[in-house]
């Protein structure tokens, strides 16, 4: 972990090779990720949960709410690119998800998405094969993406989320 309050655990930096060791490692993240979140926000009451993380950024509920959007969103991503040919996937703007009246909901709601979403996922990288997770797909905005280094960047994304509510509470003594 850093002092950054922005990247917590450092800027997402691509593994120049994914072994199957390493493979197998973001896999149990992504498997593990809800027990993390479920366990970051455990107890927080109406007041911590809308407090930023840092100033500018979003409150641990809206956080919560991020990761459901955006790991729902990469689940369908890695389905396309398992079922058509490099497909191009539509980019959104998670800043305004963000701000929707949906976001102001309490975070068991998205939890529930990220439980359901985490194990149906998880199932799936455990069934991939080599050549799936070479398969891949066209981020309109940062190019072409192989599914092992999208799922790298969710390993990674999952854990820089989960350490912006980690560290929130151990600065503010909760």
């Known amino acids: 972990m850093t002092n950054d309050l922005k990247f917590p655990i450092g800027k997402y930096d691509p593994a120049r090779q994914i072994t199957p060791e390493l493979r197998r490692a973001y896999i149990r993240s992504i498997r593990d990720l809800p027990e993390y979140i479920n366990s970051a926000i455990a107890d927080l009451n109406t007041e911590q949960l809308d407090t930023p993380y840092r ?50 909901m309490p975070p068991e709601v998205s939890l529930k998405i990220i439980e359901g979403v985490h194990a149906r996922w998880a199932v799936l990288l455990e069934s991939m094969s080599d050549e799936d997770f070479k398969r891949k797909l066209i981020h309109p905005e940062t ?4 599914l092992e280094n999208m799922l790298g960047l969710y390993d990674w994304h999952g854990r820089h989320h989960a350490a912006h509510i980690a560290n929130l509470r151990e600065r503010s003594g909760w």
């Open 55 to 104: 100033p500018g950024g979003w409150t641990v509920r809206q956080t919560v709410h991020h990761i459901a959007d955006s790991h729902l969103n990469s689940y369908c991503r890695f389905k396309l690119a398992l079922t058509e040919d490099a497909p191009t996937i539509r980019p959104y703007h998670e800043d305004r998800w963000a701000e929707l009246s949906d976001s102001l």
């Open 143 to 146: 190019g072409e993406w192989s």
